[in-house]
């Protein structure tokens, strides 16, 4: 009897594995794991840097992040696409990161969009407009397209951006 | 025995007294200034020129009015704390706040005469000015990346 129940055990671990197996199949993932997780959004974020700094709408926008804050507003960026695209991450959230600076463990909390775009000063003293959200996007994409992401996930991830227009775009360009 | 026990206490006693007076003589800086209220309009003040100034306004464009709140709150424990006060300034350190931005020898003048207007405008006398030019002159070196 005892090695009956240990076998049916045995068989329904087995069947559950397999079921699971086949949940992960492409068309049943997630965004965030099609991007490669954590980490592939966080790659995805990285390369998008170099465009955001020097875009001729936007850059002005970064110049005032040092490398610490610069690596802290990429890790919201991955917190919050991980949150957004179906990973398990919540946003707003209080990261622990480790500083390029010194190499040291600090904390720091990533707001929500309304919160940390609102009231920005920009060149002409209006903050965040419309266009720049999309040069914004457009370095995301171009980001997504050197790493090979899929077409249609890039454009999941675009959606995810486009979504957060009205917080990010300041209320004075309305 | 208990006699010297005494007399000691006595000098001891003496003393301290003394150095309470002497301690309550020489006010800090905190309070020349006029402590917290002072400091914190002295710091709004400071930032309003920052972030409107043609050559180091370009450090703070970026700056949500939160981010700016948040900037000017962790100023005005900083000055706080720097000037003697009961504050304890929780932000980052001075440099690994800084490092990145290119700082010049330029952008810090500028940031001292600044500072400098803004002690003008609420009439701190010279001393106090010179004493509080003299508490951030030491972070010049941590700041100032570009010579």
New interface residues.
Partial sequence: MRRYVLGTFALLASTGFILSSCGGSSSAQTPFERLGGEQGIRKVVSDAVPCLATDPNIG???????????ERIQLCLTKQLCAAAGGPCTYPTTITYT?P??G?Q?TYTC?PMR?????????DGKGIANDDLDSFKACVQKSMQQNGVPSDLQQAVLNILESQRNDVVDDRNK | MRKTALSLMLVFGLSSLTFAEMMHKEKTLYQRLGGYDAISAVVKDLAVRL?TDKQL????????????NRLIAHLTDFVCSATGGPCIYTG?DM???????GISDSDWNRFVELTKETLNKFRVPPKEQQEFLQAVAPLKSVIVEKK
Avoid at chain 1, 60 to 70: I, K, N, P, T, Y
């Fill in positions: 002005v926008f970064f110049r005032g992040l040092s490398a610490d804050s610069l500083s600076v010194d040291v600090r707001r919160a940390s775009h609102q009231g920005m000063v920009g060149p | 972030v306004g370009i450090y703070f464009k970026g700056l949500s009015n939160d981010s700016k980052r440099k690994t706040a800084h490092e990145g931005l």
